[in-house]
């Protein structure tokens, strides 16, 4: 059949998505980009809060109803929202006739031969409808699995692990993803490589912790040594990590971001408050002293570093005064790059039945005004870039002539900010290129590449 995989969520869920591709491919379907295109859409879903789940559920219905009019033939549901809603299968199955299948995120490997052993009824409904989920959620796809890549040329994601072996009271992943596992040094290498023969010059490195790299597998945490094996890859130019947890932040990571060539000067470190009664009720295994120990020694050991973060506003109690800390340490954190999330009471977590659950409007107008205080930020340190030369890594042609979008070592793909670069010379997606800052927007930079 005509397949298109549809990853909904986050890049974790896309390598993913990727991995299944290959396979389906592999087991000789035809992929295609265009979903309108397809015979048979497999729903990759997210399902990490009440939101993501929504949007997974409108999105089958939506392609349900295509199936209904027949320009479906196949119908498939993976990923977070069968596992996490794995001991409601049957209402699944009942309230989405539409969906020949659904699985978990630990069997996408087994579509291939599912979709083989399903059948037309007389009736012309597909038999053999499935629900397959497993117990250890937790997939690597190896190097050498086939993978269809489903990002620009020039970038990839490589998810180093998977699964996480933290408890914050407020997250349900390690209930859909497992235990914390790691991928291999070699195989990750071997990976990277594989990457960069394809045109890839930017790794972004995604698990669930990836501070936690390798604890599993070789004892200790030593995400250091991963990101030597992988700064001696011919051809990668940025290696970013994403998704590290503060508890797990070494020296020598630090001296591995400041020193190792390709590794750029970035983290993406979720911190979630400031507040030690809140981190504490969250369980985060950091309180506000260290989570400000660590940003000073960040900021001290590598000069110039960009720091992303998340936080969340709204958990159950929060008062006014720990909104006001929040926001007081946004001021003297000067944070390159955030994101606030509402909390959201998600089913079988502690902090579901914790008391004081707070209105959403409340839960908004927090996170309107500590985002509205961030965009001030970002607008004044965006503002200290003007006139001044940058690397940027180009991405594609805007929506003008003559307009290319791209990024700075700042700037995660699809999360942070862009560059908008005006050129009458034809700008090659995957060129890194020296640029100088004409303007600034309060998260994006304007610039014209410099000459010779
Ligand atoms: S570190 Fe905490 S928030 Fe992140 S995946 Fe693990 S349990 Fe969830």
């Known amino acids: 059949m005509k397949v298109h995989v549809l990853s909904l969520g986050c890049a974790r869920n896309l390598v993913d998505s990727e991995g299944l591709a290959g396979l389906l491919e592999q087991a000789g379907h035809r992929f295609t980009d265009r979903i309108e295109e397809a015979e048979c859409v497999v729903v990759n879903t997210c ?116 699964g996480c072996d933290h408890a914050c009271t407020f997250c349900s992943i390690p209930q859909f993803r497992g235990a914390h596992r790691s991928r291999s040094i070699e195989d990750l290498t071997e990976e990277a490589a594989r990457l960069s023969g394809e045109g890839v010059v930017e790794l972004n490195l995604i698990g669930q912790d990836t501070s936690y790299y390798g604890a599993d597998l070789y004892g200790s945490p030593c995400l250091p040594r991963l990101l030597e094996a992988l700064a001696k890859v011919k051809g990668i130019h940025w290696i970013r990590i994403l998704y590290a947890h503060p508890a797990h932040v070494t020296d020598d990571l630090i001296a591995a971001i400041r020193d190792l060539e390709p590794v750029v000067k970035y983290v993406d470190i979720p911190l979630q408050h400031i507040s030690d009664r809140l981190l504490s009720l969250m369980r ?51 944070f390159e790059r955030v994101g606030i999330f509402l909390y959201s009471p998600e089913p079988k977590t502690p902090s579901e039945k914790m008391p004081d659950p707070l209105p959403e409007a409340v839960k908004q107008d927090r996170r309107d005004r500590l985002m509205r205080l961030q965009r001030e930020i970002s607008e004044e340190m965006n503002r200290a870039w003007l006139g001044r030369e940058i690397e940027v890594l180009v991405d594609e042609p805007g929506s003008e002539p003559g307009v290319y979008l791209g990024r700075t070592f700042a700037d995660a793909p699809e999360v942070d900010g862009q560059v908008f670069l005006s050129s009458q010379a034809p700008l090659q997606p995957g060129r890194l290129i020296r640029a100088r800052v004409t303007d600034t927007i309060e998260y994006d930079l304007v610039a014209e590449p410099v000459v010779g």
């Open 47 to 162: 399902s990490f809060i009440r939101e993501a789940e929504e949007e997974s559920i409108s999105t089958i219905l939506s392609l349900a109803d295509r199936k209904k009019t027949g320009k479906l033939r196949r119908l498939y549901v993976a990923g977070c929202l069968p596992q996490k809603r794995r001991n409601e299968r049957q209402d699944l199955l009942d309230l989405l006739p539409e969906v020949d299948g659904f699985l978990g995120p630990g069997d996408l490997p087994k579509l291939p031969g599912l979709i083989a052993g399903q059948g037309l009824s007389p009736q012309g409904t597909v038999s053999n409808r499935f629900f397959v989920t497993s117990p250890v959620p937790t997939l690597l796809f190896e190097s050498s699995a086939p993978k269809r890549r489903m990002t620009p040329k020039h970038y990839a994601y490589l998810k180093i692990s998977e």
């Open 284 to 334: 985060r295994e950091t309180d506000g002293v260290f989570i400000r120990r660590l940003i000073d020694r960040f900021r001290a050991q590598v000069p110039g570093i960009a720091i992303r973060t998340t936080f969340i506003t709204g958990f159950p109690g929060e008062t006014e005064q720990e909104v006001e800390e929040l926001a007081g340490f946004l001021r003297q954190a000067r």
